[in-house]
Nanobody, 111 residues
Framework: QVQLVESGGGLVQAGGSLRLSCAASGRTFSSYAMGWFRQAPGKERELVAVIFPVGTPSYADSVKGRFTISKDNAKKTVYLQMNTLKPEDTAVYYC?????WGQGTQVTVSS
């Protein structure tokens, strides 16, 4: 049974930082791309960042220079460091690998 469990969300003021974590269990995903998505109320789910087994991570234009995705293969965990947060970053953030999704973690940025 594959599980992805996100944590680290919360309420933060604009300009603040949060670090999200996604712990994977049941399989090893070191050979696969892993990504963070987000979905704001009334909007479609969108890709925020993706990290590949090799090469450079990719980011949505809206978060470039502010967010950093990383992973620890030994811990089977992928992280999303979010700095200089803006109210428009408010959303539920989801971790994804292949066709597996976590339950999501709420990030709320107050102005």
């Amino acid at each position: 049974q594959v599980q992805l469990v996100e944590s680290g969300g919360g309420l933060v003021q604009a300009g603040g930082s949060l670090r999200l974590s996604c712990a994977a269990s049941g399989r090893t995903f070191s050979s696969y791309a892993m990504g963070w998505f987000r979905q704001a109320p009334g909007k479609e789910r969108e890709l925020v960042a993706v990290i590949f087994p090799v090469g450079t991570p990719s980011y949505a234009d809206s978060v470039k220079g502010r967010f950093t995705i990383s992973k620890d293969n030994a811990k089977k965990t992928v992280y999303l460091q979010m700095n200089t947060l803006k109210p428009e970053d408010t959303a539920v953030y989801y971790c994804n690998v292949q066709n597996y999704w976590g339950q999501g973690t709420q990030v709320t940025v107050s102005s």
